[in-house]
């Protein structure tokens, strides 16, 4: 059974950081592209960032130079680091895992709130 068990979120000051963890169990880890996708109310999820199993990384325009994704393949976890957060950033991030090439196996963790507020 497969388990993403995102962590780390919270309340935090505008310009403050934060970094978000994603534990992943019953998966093949190095094998999978992980990302992370944030939804905030009454808006569609989008994507923050991604890193395949080369650790090439990909940013959603929003957050390029701010966020950055990397990945542990010895622990099974995936981080998201995010400085000089805005309120703009709070929403449920999630974590996500695909297997590049094979339909189905495509992952989400439960989301972890973020909330930018002074």
């Known amino acids: 059974q497969v388990h993403l068990v995102e962590s780390g979120g919270g309340l935090v000051q505008p310009g403050g950081s934060q970094r978000l963890s994603c534990a992943a169990s019953?998966?093949?880890?190095?094998?999978?592209?992980m990302g992370w996708y944030r939804q905030a109310p009454g808006k569609q999820r989008e994507l923050v960032a991604t890193?395949?199993?080369?650790?090439?990384?990909n940013y959603g325009d929003s957050v390029k130079g701010r966020f950055t994704i990397s990945r542990d393949n010895a622990k099974n976890t995936v981080y998201l680091q995010m400085n000089s957060l805005k309120p703009e950033d709070t929403a449920v991030y999630y974590c996500?895992?695909?297997?590049?090439?094979?339909?189905?196996?495509?992952?989400w963790g439960q989301g972890t709130q973020v909330t930018v507020s002074s």
């Open positions: 019953g998966i093949t880890f190095r094998f999978y592209v």
């Open positions: 890193i395949s199993s080369g650790a090439i990384t």
């Open positions: 996500n895992a695909v297997r590049p090439g094979i339909a189905g196996f495509d992952y």
